[in-house]
């Protein structure tokens, strides 16, 4: 789906550098989710956010920050990249209602990711 | 979170019909069952999900049983562009003020190779 989109989809950093890995979607959802994935751990949430300048941790967030001034896009950034902040982040989105009411059952729609390499 | 079981893998041949089983046996009754899968390199893509029901989408089928604990995706006849990681998940209800809403937990999945 062309809806969501992340850039840039590749990337070589070099240890202590910052890195920003960005997140655009054309839906107006209100639910936007970063993950990473690395072998052996499938795919893990990083942060969320529920709004706009409303965001939450996940299951993985030290060394990452966050933000989210307008609905469509969420940033993420690496302050500090480590080698083991070397992975592929996936950006995803969800719209919480659905005919005006809350709908837990929405679709969560992913980006194509990022490869991010830090040496 | 309900934690979901599946086969590391499973074979199909092409034109037949791929049905991936998936065990969720602590599911709670306000969770949904949902299907991804992933190519290699891409995205997860969304399949199909269910709450109670069985399902049909122009993709596939989900069948569940009546006591929720375990689900079957239907790939009613498998392509070679089928072949990718499926992968079962079972996902909390939102909660206003929780955090659990976005929590999709992904498993190791079903590597489903559809032979010619």
């Known amino acids: 789906d062309a809806g969501i989109t992340q850039s840039p989809r590749y990337k070589i950093t070099e240890t202590g550098r910052q890195v920003t890995l960005m997140c655009h979607q054309t839906?107006?959802?209100?639910?936007m989710f970063w993950y990473r994935q690395d072998l052996g751990h499938g795919l893990r949430l990083i942060y969320y956010s529920a709004a706009a300048d409303i965001t939450d941790k996940g299951e993985v967030p030290d060394g990452y920050v966050v933000s989210r001034s307008k609905t469509e896009n969420f940033p993420l950034t690496l302050e500090s990249a480590t080698r083991s902040q070397t992975s592929v982040y996936f950006c995803?989105?969800?719209?919480?209602?659905?005919?005006?009411?809350?709908?837990?059952?929405?679709?969560?729609?992913f980006g194509e990711g990022s490869w991010l390499t830090v040496v | 979170d309900a934690k979901t079981t599946q086969p590391t893998s499973m074979d199909c041949a092409e034109g037949r019909a791929a049905n991936l089983p998936c065990n969720h046996s602590?599911?709670?009754?306000?969770?949904?069952v949902y299907w991804y899968r992933q190519i290699h390199s891409q995205g997860p893509q969304y399949i199909i999900h269910g709450l109670k029901n069985n399902e049909t989408n122009e993709m596939a089928s989900l069948i569940i049983t009546e006591d929720r604990k375990s689900s079957t995706l239907i790939l009613p006849h498998a392509t070679l562009r089928d072949t990718a990681v499926y992968y079962c998940?079972?996902?909390?209800?939102?909660?206003?003020?929780?955090?659990?809403?976005?929590?999709?937990?992904f498993g190791q999945g079903t590597i489903l190779t559809v032979h010619p």
């Open positions: 998940i079972v996902r909390p209800p939102f909660s206003a003020g929780g955090t659990s809403y976005g929590k999709l937990t």
């Open positions: 602590t599911i709670s009754g306000n969770e949904y």
């Open positions: 839906w107006s959802h209100s639910y």
């Open positions: 995803a989105s969800s719209d919480l209602l659905a005919g005006g009411k809350i709908h837990s059952g929405n679709t969560i729609y």
